[in-house]
């Protein structure tokens, strides 16, 4: 979605004008290798800047995924499945009764999202503590490792700080209906590509 | 916020398991719990437009010769927005089971009860807030056999 803005402020900025079909080829056959190098330039400067503003919150939240989407319903009516979640993982930030952490099992690719029940920290910053989702009847022993009755620091992705939610609903679709994501990348690729700036 | 607890240990496995009962007063919306205080000059309101839900916990904080700081959540509430603010619940029994990680609950004379609550709006940020009231509660230094419970 971060192609779709740039540049479309400029006056006169091309884009796809009425009676577009033959508009686009007929533009496409006038339009010369400089041009084309253009617009590939100016595509691969959006893709950057999206990858760069994306590490930028890596860095600023301290978490390795600052914005998470809900998949499942283990935490309604607080999240549903769809919802966006904002991370932060600051080192200092002790793990309380109440907040809400998202981690990872240890094997495991997918992180959760529940809320700590259980807290034992010792003297020297040790803390191991027990997470369970408001919509579950049952801690969440069940879900960790074979033998593990714990989590550790080291397991948590990042607090939930801030949350939006069905927007990340379009992430759902697009893992569960690959066409879809390759038809929108598609349009989005297209559409930049050939759109023309005066 | 007023609580009133009664409570005996038993031993489990290897760990303590303490059991409490209370009863919960607490006026949401009203403040008496020090939500004015907080809040200061915004309004009284805590459940305004951009709030879907408080979810309300009672949680249990302490200290043992094991661990420096340990934290229990005994029960826990939804309560969304349009639900009566007003918690009245007496003789409560706690919902999840208060184990201590090791022995430390026998004698253990300074466990606090505190009240909180996790706001989460429709969007935005998610604060965790803490009711000013809270409760002292000893254990005492005996086990006590199995009663039912």
């Given at each position: 979605a971060a192609a779709l803005g740039r540049g479309s402020g400029r006056p006169g900025s091309g884009g796809i004008r009425g009676g577009a079909a033959m508009d686009l080829f007929g533009d496409l056959r006038r339009m010369n290798k400089r041009q084309l190098y253009y617009q590939v330039l100016n595509f691969a400067m959006i893709v950057s800047s999206a990858l760069m503003i994306w590490k930028g919150l890596i860095v600023v939240t301290?978490?390795?995924?600052?914005i998470v989407v809900v998949l499942?319903?283990?935490?309604e009516p607080a999240f549903h499945r769809g919802d966006l979640l904002f991370l932060t993982n600051f080192h200092d930030d002790p793990i309380r009764a109440g907040e809400i952490v998202v981690f990872k099992v240890e094997g495991r690719d997918i992180p959760i999202v529940h809320r700590v029940i259980k807290v034992h920290e010792k003297g020297n910053g040790n803390i191991k503590f027990l997470t369970k989702g408001d919509?579950?009847?049952?801690?969440d022993r069940g879900l960790?490792?074979?033998?593990?009755?714990w989590l550790e620091k080291?397991?948590?992705v990042g607090r939930a700080r801030g949350f939006l939610p069905y927007v990340g609903m379009v992430t759902i679709i697009m893992n569960d209906y690959p066409k879809f994501k390759y038809a929108l990348l598609a349009v989005m690729g297209a559409y930049v590509l050939l759109k023309r700036e005066s | 916020l007023r609580k009133n607890v009664e409570d005996f240990t038993g031993p489990r496995e290897r760990s303590d398991l303490g059991f409490v009962t209370f009863d919960i007063t607490a006026d949401i919306l009203n403040g008496e719990n020090g939500l004015q205080t907080f809040w200061k000059?915004?309004?009284?309101?805590?459940?305004?437009?951009?709030?879907?839900q408080l979810f309300l916990y009672l949680s249990a904080e302490y200290s043992t010769k094991n661990n420096a700081l340990n934290q229990v959540v005994l029960w826990d509430k939804i309560m969304l927005?349009?639900?009566?603010p007003r918690l009245s619940l007496k003789d409560m029994k706690s919902k999840y089971f208060f184990f201590d990680?090791?022995?430390?609950?026998?004698?253990?004379r300074n466990i606090t009860l505190t009240l909180s609550w996790n706001v989460v709006p429709n969007a935005g940020i998610l604060p965790l807030v803490t009711g000013s009231g809270h409760v002292s509660v000893p254990f005492p230094d005996t086990y006590e056999t199995t009663k039912s419970y």
């Open positions: 301290g978490s390795e995924s600052p499942s319903g283990s935490m919509n579950n009847e049952v801690d960790y490792k074979e033998g593990q009755n080291k397991d948590v | 000059k915004s309004t009284l309101i805590i459940f305004d437009w951009n709030v879907k927005r349009g639900d009566n990680d090791g022995n430390g609950l026998k004698g253990n």
